[in-house]
């Protein structure tokens, strides 16, 4: 019997300055996405917001500048290059992004586009950290509350050539929820982007752990619903905010199948065996068998 392989890619970018224009940022994307296809990617994932700074880290007060960091279409004039390098690799890619819709809504988002650069299939982030008002005292912000709303498309499963993949965002993934929602849709690959600083303000002594609290909460996810996980970060220090990288590819028995080693732009490239999901599925924790979800209602239950 064949086993159904994938060969993908997480494309880690360094920092993006405030100062860089669209077209340098774009440039870069194309740069990581052909460097990927020399390597054989069929999939390539970006990090969350990869086309600029992170601005829900500082308080944007000039309004021309926050709607600067919207795209209102994707592909728009700004992304087009992209899409087109795309199809001409042939290769498929997700690419997360700050949304505004045409009623001014606005969400962080991903979009999955195929190898015709045709968008497939689009989430919007759900588990929105930080805050809505200004944290004084603190060296940075998580306004992420203040500049999006929650995401209204729920955790949706796209079937793509051979694979069901899943879409989720940088806090996301710290979500038990999160993974077994998108396993129960079906996925197999679940491809996350995150922005994730290097030490929180709020509770400074977890600062030692999240680098370890990035990996175990994708690696608890993707063992615990038998699934492979792409996870792409932001990193390097971005407008004095130091960013984690740890971009990571793992595998459904939960193991780091390939990893970044910098915190800059670069490729990491793993062909995947699909049919071991199907595997870990079956013979590990076997959902229809072995799930209790009459006993699972408190988790279901209306936030308080």
């Given at each position: 019997m064949s086993t159904r392989t994938l060969t993908v890619s997480a494309a880690q970018l360094g920092p993006i300055p405030r100062s860089s224009t669209r077209a340098e940022t774009l440039a870069r994307l194309i740069r990581l996405l052909e460097a990927a296809a020399v390597e054989g990617a069929e999939l390539v994932v970006f990090p969350e917001a990869a086309l600029t700074p992170f601005f829900p880290h500082w308080l944007v007060q000039d309004e021309a500048e926050l709607r600067s960091y919207f795209e209102e279409y994707v592909p728009g004039t700004g992304t087009?290059?992209?899409?087109?390098?795309?199809?001409?690799?042939?290769?498929?890619?997700?690419?997360?992004?700050?949304?505004?819709?045409?009623?001014?809504?606005?969400?962080?988002?991903?979009?999955?586009?195929?190898?015709?650069?045709?968008?497939?299939?689009?989430?919007r982030k759900i588990h929105l950290p930080g805050f809505r008002d200004v944290q004084?005292?603190?060296?940075?912000?998580?306004?992420?509350?203040?500049?999006?709303?929650?995401?209204?498309?729920?955790?949706?499963?796209?079937?793509?050539?051979?694979?069901?993949?899943?879409?989720?965002?940088?806090?996301?993934?710290?979500?038990?929820?999160t993974y077994r929602v998108l396993a129960l849709g079906g996925a197999e690959v679940v491809c996350l982007g995150y922005n994730t600083p290097a030490s929180n303000p709020h509770l400074p002594e977890s600062d030692k752990l999240t680098d370890f609290h990035n990996h175990l909460s994708m690696q608890a996810g993707a063992y615990q619903n038998a699934m492979w996980v792409i996870g792409t970060a932001k990193a390097g220090i971005e407008e004095g905010v130091s960013q984690i990288g740890g971009s990571a590819i793992i595998a459904p028995s939960g193991e780091i199948v390939a990893a970044a080693r910098t915190l800059g732009d670069e490729i990491v490239t793993a062909e995947i065996d699909l049919d071991m999901?199907?595997?870990?599925?079956?013979?590990?924790?076997?959902?229809?068998?072995?799930?209790?979800?009459?006993?699972?209602?408190?988790?279901?239950?209306?936030?308080p």
């Amino acid at each position: 019997m064949s086993t159904r392989t994938l060969t993908v890619s997480a494309a880690q970018l360094g920092p993006i300055p405030r100062s860089s224009t669209r077209a340098e940022t774009l440039a870069r994307l194309i740069r990581l996405l052909e460097a990927a296809a020399v390597e054989g990617a069929e999939l390539v994932v970006f990090p969350e917001a990869a086309l600029t700074p992170f601005f829900p880290h500082w308080l944007v007060q000039d309004e021309a500048e926050l709607r600067s960091y919207f795209e209102e279409y994707v592909p728009g004039t700004g992304t087009q290059a992209l899409f087109d390098a795309a199809r001409s690799l042939g290769v498929a890619f997700v690419l997360g992004y700050a949304e505004v819709t045409t009623d001014e809504r606005r969400f962080n988002t991903a979009a999955f586009v195929d190898e015709g650069g045709q968008v497939i299939h689009r989430y919007r982030k759900i588990h929105l950290p930080g805050f809505r008002d200004v944290q004084s005292g603190t060296p940075f912000q998580n306004l992420e509350k203040k500049y999006f709303e929650v995401g209204d498309l729920g955790f949706g499963v796209q079937a793509w050539r051979n694979t069901r993949i899943g879409l989720a965002i940088c806090n996301d993934r710290r979500w038990a929820e999160t993974y077994r929602v998108l396993a129960l849709g079906g996925a197999e690959v679940v491809c996350l982007g995150y922005n994730t600083p290097a030490s929180n303000p709020h509770l400074p002594e977890s600062d030692k752990l999240t680098d370890f609290h990035n990996h175990l909460s994708m690696q608890a996810g993707a063992y615990q619903n038998a699934m492979w996980v792409i996870g792409t970060a932001k990193a390097g220090i971005e407008e004095g905010v130091s960013q984690i990288g740890g971009s990571a590819i793992i595998a459904p028995s939960g193991e780091i199948v390939a990893a970044a080693r910098t915190l800059g732009d670069e490729i990491v490239t793993a062909e995947i065996d699909l049919d071991m999901a199907t595997r870990y599925r079956r013979d590990v924790f076997n959902f229809s068998d072995h799930r209790r979800p009459e006993h699972y209602t408190s988790i279901t239950q209306p936030v308080p």
